[in-house]
């Protein structure tokens, strides 16, 4: 199993002004000790089932260019992308932009958006659930073919692009998408059918193994080999305050096919933090 670093939480030690600086330290802590990805929320505002939503976020692709001018290894995207935040062939090209220039460490996290009150605050449309659902596979559709080699017209429910040209293309011809969320008749469909990798909310194993279950279910219904879709997790658990807890509770996850899991970043210390993270719990969960 591998770890990486999910930065959510901008309220970090020394306010605002020290944004900048904790994100490049936690960055670089967690290349310098073993973590194989970071992740940044898209989020436009806080969210308020976290914090209230006028504390500090970082609109996610600038933040995420960053990181990749600053790390060499880790792994780089958003958990994740809602479908109505940009126009769709613009967040496939915007995704590409950030693979090219960290040479293939991007990868494209994707879901179906729930967050209301930010659309409303920025004035961008907010369309019933089942039409957003609609849109997320329309923009998994357009993404593959901007990815291939045809740059011609796409037609779809909601959208028409006269051409689908996107120079340069990824270096690994495409990005893997990641699909997050736990709904089980339409997420999980979406992430049998388009996915490379399954990203679940929560660490609690009769939860994922229900969830890998569903996925399983749908892999079966249109005939995809379910081991061709990385299971990945997202923890509220602090792997540095007690990292034998940690590892112990990672232990059931893993055996059910969890191959990496999602921790909150730390909003002091980074470099301490991470450290020991790597010293007493990455050597332990690649073990698993």
């Not at 073993?34 to 933040?63: C, I, K, N, S």
């Not at 409303?120 to 901007?146: D, H, K, T």
Request: glycine share 8%; with cysteine.
């Amino acid at each position: 199993m591998e770890i990486g670093v999910h930065y959510m939480n901008f309220s970090v030690a020394g306010g605002e002004p020290a944004i900048p600086d904790a994100f490049a330290e936690t960055a670089l802590a967690a290349e310098a000790n073993g973590f194989d990805r970071l992740t940044v929320m898209d989020h436009w505002f806080q969210m308020d089932r976290f914090a209230p939503a006028t504390e500090p976020m970082l609109e996610a692709y600038t933040a995420l260019g960053v990181a990749a001018g600053l790390t060499s290894r880790l792994r780089l995207g958003t958990l994740v992308t809602g479908v109505t935040y940009r126009w769709p062939a613009l967040l496939v090209k915007t995704a590409t932009t950030l693979d090219v220039l960290s040479r293939g460490r991007a990868f494209f996290g994707v879901g179906a958006a729930w967050y209301e009150r930010e659309h409303r605050g920025l004035g961008v449309p907010y369309p019933p659930l089942g039409e957003r659902f609609e849109r997320l596979e329309e923009l998994l559709r357009i993404a593959n073919q901007m990815w291939s080699s045809n740059d011609g017209a796409f037609v779809g429910p909601f959208t028409t692009l006269a051409e689908t040209i996107c120079r340069p293309a990824p270096p690994r011809g495409r990005l893997p998408v990641l699909i997050g969320g736990n709904g089980e008749q339409k997420t999980l469909r979406l992430v049998a059918q388009y996915a490379d990798e399954s990203n679940l909310l929560g660490d609690d194993p009769g939860v994922i193994e229900q969830k890998i279950a569903v996925l399983r279910a749908h892999c079966a219904e249109i005939g995809r080999d379910p081991s061709e879709i990385r299971v990945t997790a997202l923890a509220s658990t602090d792997p540095a305050a007690d990292p034998d807890a940690f590892v112990e509770r990672m232990k059931p996850l893993a055996d059910l096919g969890v191959s990496q899991i999602q921790v909150r970043n730390p909003t002091a210390q980074a470099s301490a933090w991470a450290a020991r993270v790597g010293e007493a719990v990455v050597p332990r969960l690649a073990a698993l």
